[in-house]
């Protein structure tokens, strides 16, 4: 089963950038689908960007225009690029990996992946 460790979070203004890393422990590539979510206290995990086996990727209206998904296969590595940060995108960030047959708007569901990471934390302050 594939392994999966986030990293790049911490705190930043509002305005501000950050990019998070998850690396795979093994290539993901055409195998499965990726996708990051976030969960703040007291809420659900929440989708945030999705990535398919085709490398269609799809973001949640939250993000969309600020956030980039992006996987590098050489280095069995996703990214979420996140520019122009607001303090409501503080949470604790989590990449994870699935590879049923689900598509499209199903890959925000919790529910269509099987493997996750440890998360990472993301501030916003304003």
């Known amino acids: 089963q594939v392994q999966l460790v986030e990293s790049g979070g911490g705190s930043v203004q509002a305005g501000g950038s950050l990019r998070l890393s998850c690396a795979a422990s093994?290539?993901?590539?055409?195998?499965?689908?990726m996708g990051w979510f976030r969960q703040t206290l007291g809420k659900e995990r929440e989708g945030v960007a999705t990535?398919?086996?085709?490398?269609?990727?799809r973001y949640a209206d939250s993000v969309k225009g600020r956030f980039t998904i992006s996987q590098e296969n050489a280095k069995n590595t996703l990214y979420l690029q996140m520019n122009s940060l607001k303090p409501e995108d503080t949470g604790m960030y989590y990449c994870?990996?699935?590879?049923?047959?689900?598509?499209?708007?199903?890959?925000?569901?919790?529910?269509?992946?099987?493997?996750w990471g440890q998360g990472t934390q993301v501030t916003v302050s304003s």
């Open positions: 093994e290539n993901t590539y055409r195998r499965y689908y």
């Open positions: 990535i398919d086996k085709d490398g269609v990727t």
């Open positions: 994870a990996a699935g590879s049923s047959a689900l598509r499209g708007s199903w890959l925000f569901s919790r529910a269509a992946y099987a493997y």
